[in-house]
């Protein structure tokens, strides 16, 4: 789908005369999708703040790196402890089922498969997002981003920052560490299989403003099982990022509390996920007291 596009409506979080403005995003979107934004704009134009989504960030001494998943894979440290290869590293009916989206999806790629199973499935994802004409960049975050720039509204992050005080020494015994991301590997091939369908339509409705089809459109998220596996081992337990799901929960949480009592108007973005899910954000706010209004 292409062309100008609304985007969905908007949630409000509402207490004592003060109302947060949710957008809710989707990953991935069409990769031509272009967006009207003008009614977003005026939202952020009226606001005082825009709070953003929660974030991690790890300081290695050699660089900033988001994203758990993206850190091992810039500092080299992807592949298969003792030189395994991603058919020993997974059950022969799992490599079975790799064999031809890596054929139809990656080609020739011989290095993936030196991989662990983890950062071999993301690689596949992308490359089958990439085919399927999606893009997991993030357009609205970039555009809302600009807007606050341009009413000089003040960016509000929400980020865990890790420092790393000997980055060689995390990266010998991460490369040493063994994970278990077998599930991780079989989810994403699982969404590789049945739901990119699925995601277009998913993408599509997001892209028309249809709230109705979003809720519908459900889609089982290999990503929470991936970051699990990412963070509960002993390394991650040792850099205290074991919990970090919970604390950016609550991190963000409580920046939306202080964001919506000192703001008379502002504006948050969030994944779909954590907007419409039973004990998402938007869930826990309403559990406080706060009125929360769909589109």
């Not at 704009?41 to 953003?52: F, G, I, M, T, W």
């Not at 290869?85 to 031809?100: E, F, H, I, K, N």
């Not at 899910?277 to 869930?283: E, N, S, T, V």
Request: net charge neutral; hydrophobic share 45%; aromatic share 6%.
């Amino acid at each position: 789908m292409s062309g100008a596009l609304p985007g969905p409506g908007l949630w409000k979080v509402r207490k004592d005369g003060h109302v947060l403005y949710v957008m809710a995003t989707v990953s991935p979107l069409p990769k031509r999708m272009e967006w009207d934004s003008t009614g977003l704009e005026s939202v952020v134009a009226r606001s005082q703040q825009v709070l953003l989504p929660p974030s991690f960030t790890l300081d290695a001494g050699v660089g900033m790196f988001r994203g758990m998943l993206l850190v091992p894979s810039l500092l080299k440290a992807r592949r298969n402890p003792d030189g395994a290869t991603l058919q020993q590293m997974v059950s022969p009916d799992l490599y079975a089922r790799w064999v031809p989206l890596k054929r139809r999806y990656l080609g020739n790629d011989r290095g993936v498969e030196q991989w662990r199973p983890i950062f071999a499935a993301q690689h596949l994802y992308e490359a089958a997002m990439d085919d399927s004409g999606l893009s997991r960049e993030g357009v609205v975050d970039k555009a809302v981003r600009r807007m606050a720039r341009r009413h000089d509204v003040e960016l509000r992050a929400v980020n865990f920052e890790l420092e790393i005080d000997d980055p060689k020494a995390v990266i010998r015994e991460f490369q040493a560490t063994t994970l278990a991301d077998t599930e991780c590997f079989e989810k994403t091939l699982s969404r590789i299989e049945g739901d990119l369908e699925l995601m277009r339509q998913r993408a599509n409705a997001w892209a028309t403003g249809e709230v109705g089809a979003l809720r519908s459109l459900s889609i089982e998220n290999q990503y929470s099982t991936c970051i699990r596996a990412m963070t509960e081992n002993g390394l991650a337990r040792r850099l205290g990022i074991d919990d970090l799901r919970a604390r950016l929960d609550a991190m963000w949480l409580a920046a939306a509390e202080e964001t919506l009592a000192a703001n008379a108007s502002s504006l948050a973005m969030l994944p779909l996920s954590l907007v419409t899910a039973p004990d998402g954000y938007l869930a826990r706010l309403e559990q406080k007291g706060y009125a929360v209004e769909a589109p």
